[in-house]
């Protein structure tokens, strides 16, 4: 689900700067892992290392479930950079 939001939100943002479509697909996949990067530093200051996953007792568990967790995260960002064509084999000005 994650790679086909991510494809459309991608193809969206670069529908509307076609002529930068690079850097304003960049830019907002830039501020997509800013704002998940707060979110998940404010979890972890708000109740600790619980608030990610990281239960204590169980700490190699959490470590092994880890990239995991990370894959909804990767995938929306991989779909972001194939819909705003930036994962494309072709040129801008070739055809």
């Known amino acids: ?7 459309f939100s991608g193809w969206i943002v670069a529908k509307f700067q076609p002529s930068h479509r690079v850097p304003i697909v960049l830019m907002f996949v830039a501020s997509l892992c800013g704002y998940w990067l707060f979110s998940l530093l404010f979890s972890i200051l708000k109740s600790g290392l ?46």
């Open 1 to 7: 689900m994650g790679l086909i939001v991510g494809a």
């Open 50 to 95: 619980v608030g990610v996953g990281i239960v204590p007792g169980h700490e190699i568990r959490s470590l092994l479930f880890l990239p995991f967790s990370f894959l909804p995260w990767v995938t929306s960002i991989v779909g972001i950079f194939w819909g705003g064509g930036l994962l494309d084999g072709r040129e801008e000005g070739k055809a």
